[in-house]
Structure formats: structure tokens, C-alpha cells
């Protein structure tokens, strides 16, 4: 089980990716009920689901390296 801090650190590097980017996570590994959700619901689901995204940590890394 997680600490607060670091859940909160999770979601945080999970948000960094944008909502489409979040939505397209969802729908490649048929994670449901995604559509209608606004960003920060995203950013739960997927964080909720983590174990079920292979390639989750490589998304947000390469995000993070077209930021810098």
C-alpha cells in the first residue's frame, strides 16, 4: 500500500501527460469507462490501473524529456 506522499507523487507524474494521451493509455489496454471522464478522473484511472500499463513509466519519461 502506497503512502499518501507517494500516491500523490504518482498521480503527479501521471498528470503530466495530457488528457488525449490519457485517453489513448486507457483505450490501448482496454481500461473502461474513460470517455467521459475530465483529467484529474484520467489521471485516478490510470493510476488505479498502473499495473495493467506495460509501457506507462517510458510515456511519462518521454514526455517529461520533450518538456525539459
Do not use: H
Not at 27 to 53: G, S
Amino acid at each position: 500500500e502506497p503512502s499518501k506522499d507517494e500516491e500523490q507523487f504518482r498521480k503527479k507524474e501521471i498528470s503530466i501527460l495530457t488528457k488525449k494521451e490519457l485517453q489513448k493509455i486507457c483505450k490501448d489496454n482496454k481500461i473502461k469507462d474513460f470517455w467521459t471522464k475530465n483529467k484529474a478522473q484520467l489521471v485516478d484511472l490510470v493510476y488505479n490501473n498502473e499495473e495493467k500499463i506495460e509501457d506507462l513509466q517510458e510515456l511519462i519519461e518521454a514526455k517529461r524529456q520533450s518538456k525539459l
